[in-house]
Structure formats: C-alpha cells, structure tokens
C-alpha cells in the first residue's frame, strides 16, 4: 500500500509537470486524496472535437499498479465517440485486459487522446441505449468485447469474465 | 518474439546462468516462509481475486504450475553495476543497493517483489509483454 502511494505521488509529479498536450491536472485539488484523480482534457486542434473540454475522473484501488485504475469521463461534456458511452464508460482495451503495471495515468491520458484525435465522426456506440440502462456503475466490471476497429482483439477473456454482456451485443 | 529478446548481450546471459545456480541453493537452505494469519489472496487470471481456501481444484494446479515457473526466473542483489534499467517501472523507484530483483529471460529487471506479484496475475513481462513462458522455453532450448 506504501509503494502504491509512492508510486501515485510520482505520476502525478510527472503528469503535473511534463503532461500530454491538451491534459491538465491541478495537483492541489487531488493531493488530499490521491486515489481518485480528475484531469481536465481538451480536444486537439485540427481534430473533431477541437476546442470541446472534457473532464476524466481516474480512481486508483489498492492493489494498483498490478490492477488497471478506473477510468471514465465524467461531467456535463461527454465526449460523442464510438467508444464512449454517454454516461462516460470508455471501452478501451489498456483500461482492463491489456493492462500493464508498466503503463501509467500517463500512458492512459495519451491513449484517451489519441482516441479522440484519431476520429472521424462524432457517433456513440451502437448499443449505447441499452448499455447505459444495464451496466454496472464501474466500467471495469463490465465484460467488454473490444470493438475490433480500435483495439486489438482481446484473447481469453470471453471465458474468464462471466459477470456482465458485452457492450458490443454481435 | 519480442523485440527485447533479439539483442541478448553476453553479459546478460552469463548473469542469468550464474543466478539460476544462487537460486536453487538459496531455496533449499532458505528459511520456512512466515507464518500468515490471513489466508493468502490469489488471482487465477487477471482481476480475479479469489482467497485461497475458495479456490477450485483447476486454479490450484493453475497456481501451483506458475509458482513452479517463478522460481525458474533467476534472482539477484542489486550491486549497483546494472547498465540498463535502473529503476523498477512497477513501483516506480530506483533500485538501491542490496535490493533482491528477479530477472525475466526479455532481459527486463523488476525487484523480486514486485515482479512475483504481477507474474502471479499474468505471465507476461509489464515492460514488453512478452509471454514470460515461451521465452523460457526458448532459453532452455538455446542452452
Ligand atoms: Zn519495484
Ligand atoms: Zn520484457
């Protein structure tokens, strides 16, 4: 548990002082609490969602770094994605079963905004409807098939992960 | 493969074969392990935490097999003489003189600790994701 708030503290040192481009944090706000982060994002320029402001909110468990943190977006301003769904759960594959304790919040801020740089179109995912009224309140709980155009196709997981439907009913 | 394990140094090679003699020894004279008043928590696959008496005769064997594999993986004290990786990119600190770190056969170095934790969860190096397994077998059959 020490290590895990040493390791924290470290992350948010660097992500305070060499953050991603459109990512910022404000140290103040979270060192009172250090396991639950909120990073304001804002859409890269040239991209679809320039100048749009978002806000990410990271919650790091106890047996983090072995375990991937939460992350979802959260606030008024979701952003309309294929793989966001309105009520901010990402499907993004490093978030759960390509999780490594040798990625960070650093490597997941960049990912978020690659994610959004990357798009084309600004739509919600196709089941989005159904998923919102049905999933668990954490995103990590949910049995994701990733949506194979963004991700790498996860391997086993379909048999490991039995609590909840896929957020991609095909 | 991976990319990491195409450019083994001679040195790397030589420190891997030395430590798999230091562990074995060190096993076997090694004191008991402590007594745990709590019962141990073991993950059969990643995000899955079971406590050791709940698990399933599978993921028993499951864990039983990966611990085996673990203490193939060579060991060491940090002596300060490292050119590569100085720091363990799982807990984020440098490692300090005296310090016992695992080696995995991608050349990669955690602290023993930290590294046996993860590789309980899954058998893949963090840094390269290189499956922990089928390079060992390899390094078993170059040798
Ligand atoms: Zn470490
Ligand atoms: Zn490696």
Redesign the interface.
């Known amino acids: 548990m020490a290590?895990m708030e040493?390791?924290l503290q470290?992350?948010l040192l660097a992500l305070t002082k060499d953050p991603p481009a459109g990512v910022k944090v404000d140290s103040q706000r979270i060192c009172t609490n250090l396991s639950e982060w909120t990073v304001d994002l804002e859409g890269a320029p040239e991209s679809i969602y320039e100048g749009e402001k978002f806000q990410l909110m990271f919650k790091f468990g106890s047996?983090y770094?072995?375990?991937s943190p939460q992350v979802m977006f959260i606030g008024e301003h979701i952003p309309v994605h294929p793989h966001v769904y309105s009520n901010g759960h990402i499907c993004l594959s490093i978030l759960?079963?390509d999780?490594?304790?040798?990625l960070s919040a650093q490597s997941v801020c960049l990912s978020v905004v690659s994610m959004l740089s990357s798009c084309k179109e600004k739509k919600r995912p196709p089941d989005n409807a159904f998923y919102v009224k049905t999933c668990s309140k954490n995103p990590?709980k949910t049995r994701w098939w990733y949506h194979v155009l963004l991700n790498k196709v996860e391997r086993n997981s379909v048999n490991?992960?039995e609590e909840e439907r896929p957020c991609d009913m095909k | 493969m991976g990319n990491c394990f195409k450019t083994p140094s001679t040195d790397d090679i030589s420190l891997l074969r030395g430590h798999d003699n230091q562990d074995g020894a060190e096993q076997a004279l090694g004191p008991p392990p402590p007594y745990q008043e709590r019962v141990p928590v073991y993950h059969p696959?990643?995000?899955?935490?079971r406590l050791a008496n709940q698990l399933s005769e599978e993921e028993q064997i499951k864990i039983a097999k990966r611990l085996g594999l673990i203490s193939h993986l060579p060991v060491g004290v940090y002596d300060g003489s490292s050119k590569k990786g100085k720091e363990c990119?799982?807990?984020?600190?440098e490692f300090i003189l005296g310090e016992s770190l695992r080696f995995l056969p991608c050349m990669h170095t955690y602290h023993r600790d930290?590294i046996d934790?993860?590789l309980m969860?899954?058998f893949?190096c963090?840094?390269c994701?290189e499956p922990v397994d089928a390079a060992l077998l390899s390094t078993y059959e170059t040798n």
């Open positions: 290590s040493k390791r470290k992350e047996r770094p072995f375990e759960t079963y999780w490594s304790p040798a990590k490991m992960y | 696959s990643p995000n899955v935490s990119v799982i807990c984020m600190n930290c934790d993860w969860r899954s893949t963090p840094s994701m």
